[in-house]
């Protein structure tokens, strides 16, 4: 396992176009980015490439999701701009080849069901898992706790799995942040070994506060003894709200994550 800096949420306090060679020189192993896609594809690689930095994650535009929408993913009254990001992502991702592509399931929009927001969700992702699968890139899908995120649709490791049983893809696999199963109260190594085999991208922040590691209650050794025991081999990736702007001085956690997971 290696760890990665998501690089919306850390080294802010530099444009993005600083942040690659940052994250490298603080020594991560690689970096994702929520949204790149305000830098062109190809001065990005550009950066990864000077960096010998990989992309192990973008997410898929998700509309007016970032400012409290319900997105694209799950609308049906949206599919044609859902269609325009699947290819603006695919069209970005065959030039910085991230790892992994994260669709975000988004909010419940009004006036529309459950049950026609996840049939829309689930036709997405398939169509999404085939096309990314013609680039080699695979595709995931996260919960998120509903405190945080009201309204969100995929909740607990079992939204996920129904939510995977349902695409039936081989190309589409679990997202699971740590932080998120925490925040709801739910046991993080019971939900890891409920998605086991089925991972395909891992995040974390401590919990409460959603700080760094050792801000929080979350047992992170014991996290990743169950992690590695489901023969999981991906990234990690850390997506916190760091205690200052100066992403250097709140790393000393960096050192003791390679001890945990053997490095």
Same mark, same amino acid.
């Given at each position: 396992m290696k760890i990665a800096a998501n690089l919306s949420m850390l080294f802010t306090e530099l444009p993005l176009t600083d942040r690659v060679v940052a994250a490298a020189a603080a020594g991560f192993d690689g970096v994702e980015i929520q949204f790149p896609y305000e830098l062109p594809a190809l001065? @990005? =690689?550009? @950066?990864l490439? #000077?960096?010998g930095m990989p992309l192990c994650l973008i997410n898929l535009p998700a509309g007016d999701f970032m400012q409290g929408g319900p997105g694209l993913a799950a609308v049906p009254e949206r599919q044609k701009e859902f269609d325009a990001a699947l290819e603006e992502a695919l069209t970005y991702a065959a030039m910085v080849r991230p790892s992994r592509v994260n669709v975000l399931a988004g909010r419940l929009a009004p006036g529309v069901t459950r049950e026609q927001a996840m049939e829309c969700l689930v036709n997405n992702l398939h169509k999404t898992a085939e096309a990314f699968a013609v680039l080699g890139i695979g595709v995931v899908s996260e919960a998120i706790n509903p405190l945080d995120v009201p309204g969100f649709l995929i909740n607990t490791p079992e939204h996920l799995s129904e939510l995977m049983q349902a695409v039936d893809h081989p190309n589409l696999a679990a997202q699971f942040d740590i932080y998120h199963m925490a925040r709801q109260g739910l046991d993080v190594s019971t939900a890891l070994r409920a998605l086991a085999g089925r991972i395909g991208h891992v995040q974390f922040a401590d919990? /409460?506060?959603? $700080? #760094? /590691?050792?801000? $929080? =209650?979350?047992d992170f050794k014991g996290v990743f003894d169950v992690l590695s025991g489901t023969g999981y081999q991906g990234w990690l990736a850390a997506e916190y709200r760091p205690i200052s702007a100066s992403n250097a001085s709140g790393l000393s956690w960096l050192t003791m994550f390679r001890d945990l997971v053997r490095f």
């Open positions: 001065r @990005l =690689k550009e @950066l490439d #000077m960096a919990c /409460p506060g959603r $700080g #760094m /590691p050792g801000t $929080g =209650k979350i």
